[in-house]
């Protein structure tokens, strides 16, 4: 099975703009989360899809929204950047929902904001 | 409410010892464990996982963790280092009623010397 994949690998952007991630689970997987790494926060939750519905969603500001589609991929939209918003962004899917499930990652999309 | 504490930011071993990264975690309900590795410029990966069904649970690559409840702890142990081995390695909890769907742990990165 192919694994979880995110595009773009690498973005650079300016204050101001908006940018959108794109991330597809593996195939039969209906949960996809996000989430966003920096050095000084370390690894911090988004937001979780389930079946098109967000089920869970982190302490992040209104200008980083989401949403998934019908085959379950998911995109992560971030509005209005600033520069702390530069950061590795990671997506993870799991079978279903429920705590025990294992989240498997994708290889991240590296974001930096000039 | 739920938290993970990894003892060590930064752990340097000798290749050939011993391998204890220390996890200690917070939880009002049994919570699901998780330990993941990320190599640089990678995503997570699972190394193991505790759900309630053994205490002791063998991963990948010869790593292992204990569930002590009584300690709340789930160390994360290798008998022997290998050169590869060198990466950040995260501990995660899940299954409280905090919104966010895993919480991870500030991580450690583990260095091996020659």
């Known amino acids: 099975k192919a694994g979880v994949t995110q595009t773009p690998r690498y973005l650079i952007k300016t204050r101001g703009q908006q940018v959108t991630l794109s991330c597809s689970p593996i195939?039969?997987?209906?949960?996809v989360s996000w989430y966003q790494q920096t050095p000084g926060q370390g690894l911090q939750f988004l937001f979780e899809?389930?079946?098109?519905?967000?089920?869970n969603k982190g302490n992040f500001p209104g200008r980083f929204s989401g949403r998934q589609f019908s085959n379950s991929r998911s995109e992560m939209n971030v509005s209005t950047l600033e520069l702390g918003d530069s950061a590795l962004y990671l997506c993870?899917?799991?079978?279903?929902?429920?705590?025990?499930?294992?989240?498997?990652f994708g290889p991240g999309t590296r974001l930096l904001v000039l | 409410a739920q938290s993970v504490t990894q003892l060590g930011s930064h752990v340097s071993v000798s290749e050939g010892a011993l391998v204890l990264l220390r996890c200690n975690y917070s939880s009002s309900v049994p919570p699901y464990l998780f330990w993941y590795v990320q190599y640089p410029n990678q995503g997570l990966q699972l190394l193991l996982k505790?759900?309630?069904?053994?205490?002791l649970v063998k991963g990948i690559n010869g790593f292992e963790a204990e569930f002590k409840k009584s300690e709340t702890s789930f160390h994360l142990t290798k008998p022997s280092a290998h050169m590869s081995d060198a990466a950040e390695y995260f501990c995660?909890?899940?299954?409280?009623?905090?919104?966010?769907?895993?919480?991870f742990g500030s991580g450690t990165r583990l260095s091996i010397r020659p």
């Open positions: 195939s039969g997987h209906r949960s």
């Open positions: 993870a899917s799991s079978w279903d929902s429920s705590a025990e499930e294992t989240q498997y």
């Open positions: 995660a909890v899940s299954g409280g009623s905090s919104a966010s769907k895993i919480i």
């Open positions: 899809y389930f079946s098109e519905t967000q089920r």
């Open positions: 505790y759900t309630s069904a053994a205490t």
